[in-house]
């Protein structure tokens, strides 16, 4: 009997930011489609709990707890997973939003303070975990790369969020330049742009602004994680796609 299609049997996935939200959206639908997650979040506890409830739902799950933003920690937490399972095959660099939460502020009024926490973690963060993956990746000849980015970096927006829509744009760019440099290794690296989801009070908006008019879910998350991380997604390769409900179509 042949596989299924986008089937991970066999595969380790490492989720960032997969205490909460739709990290923990991504981690189950990875898992239920055959891949052992390794859990990753800032807070111990948070990975504690999302492995607990993957596990009580017959998946296989660990935790992976350690700052992205912290080079050292990230080293340590990916050769911890690589000596608990045969290597990382499947990298989702899902966290996004500082401890401290959003804090919207109009730029003008922001410090660079403020500025630095979102590149810390949106364009360092990713830097930092696909620069400790990516070479066990290369080694095997095997890897799938995917950044959850947001679609404020395509639309400029009154709502405080410059800083974090700059971070975010800086994902998207490096992320097409890490693909160039590892299509030959057999690894690919792609993008999903998320619009209004879930996480918040978000429904009125959604019903304005989307053409199918609901906020996004993790599931829907997972469900475009899983097919950039299937064997099935090959030749496509830094790229975008934009996972909005329509609210945005150029």
């Given at each position: 009997?042949?596989?299924?299609?986008?089937?991970?049997?066999?595969q380790t996935a490492?989720?960032?930011g997969a205490g909460r939200?739709?990290?923990?959206?991504?981690?189950?639908?990875?898992?239920?489609l055959?891949?052992?997650v390794?859990v990753?979040?800032?807070f111990?506890e948070?990975?504690?709990?999302?492995?607990?409830?993957?596990r009580a739902?017959g998946i296989?799950?660990?935790?992976?707890?350690?700052?992205?933003?912290?080079?050292?920690?990230?080293?340590?937490?990916?050769?911890?997973v690589n000596?608990?399972t045969?290597g990382?095959?499947?990298?989702v660099?899902?966290?996004?939003?500082?401890?401290?939460?959003?804090?919207?502020?109009?730029?003008?009024?922001s410090?660079p303070?403020?500025w630095?926490r979102f590149?810390?973690?949106n364009?360092?963060?990713l830097?930092?975990i696909?620069?400790a993956?990516?070479?066990?990746m290369?080694e095997?000849?095997?890897?799938?790369?995917v950044?959850?980015?947001?679609?404020?970096?395509r639309?400029?927006?009154?709502?405080?969020?410059a800083a974090?829509?700059?971070?975010?744009?800086?994902?998207?760019g490096?992320i097409?330049?890490?693909?160039?440099?590892?299509?030959?290794s057999?690894?690919?690296?792609?993008?999903?742009?998320l619009g209004?989801m879930?996480?918040?009070d978000?429904?009125?908006?959604?019903?304005?602004?989307?053409?199918?008019p609901r906020?996004?879910?993790?599931?829907?998350?997972?469900?475009?994680?899983a097919?950039?991380?299937?064997?099935?997604a090959?030749?496509v390769?830094g790229?975008?796609?934009?996972?909005?409900?329509?609210?945005?179509t150029?």
């Amino acid at each position: 009997m042949s596989q299924q299609m986008f089937g991970l049997q066999g595969q380790t996935a490492l989720v960032t930011g997969a205490g909460r939200g739709m990290g923990v959206g991504i981690a189950r639908t990875l898992g239920r489609l055959g891949a052992r997650v390794a859990v990753n979040d800032l807070f111990t506890e948070r990975a504690a709990d999302t492995v607990n409830t993957l596990r009580a739902e017959g998946i296989d799950a660990f935790p992976a707890a350690a700052d992205i933003t912290d080079y050292d920690q990230v080293a340590a937490m990916v050769a911890r997973v690589n000596a608990a399972t045969a290597g990382i095959d499947i990298l989702v660099s899902n966290a996004g939003v500082p401890a401290e939460g959003m804090g919207y502020k109009k730029f003008l009024a922001s410090t660079p303070a403020d500025w630095q926490r979102f590149v810390n973690l949106n364009m360092f963060g990713l830097m930092n975990i696909c620069h400790a993956t990516v070479p066990g990746m290369q080694e095997r000849g095997y890897g799938r790369v995917v950044a959850i980015t947001s679609e404020s970096w395509r639309a400029g927006l009154p709502m405080g969020i410059a800083a974090y829509a700059a971070s975010k744009a800086g994902a998207v760019g490096f992320i097409r330049h890490l693909a160039a440099e590892t299509g030959r290794s057999g690894i690919t690296v792609n993008a999903l742009s998320l619009g209004t989801m879930n996480n918040w009070d978000s429904d009125a908006l959604a019903k304005k602004t989307c053409f199918v008019p609901r906020a996004g879910s993790p599931e829907d998350v997972g469900a475009g994680v899983a097919y950039f991380a299937s064997p099935e997604a090959a030749w496509v390769t830094g790229q975008v796609l934009p996972l909005n409900g329509g609210a945005l179509t150029a």
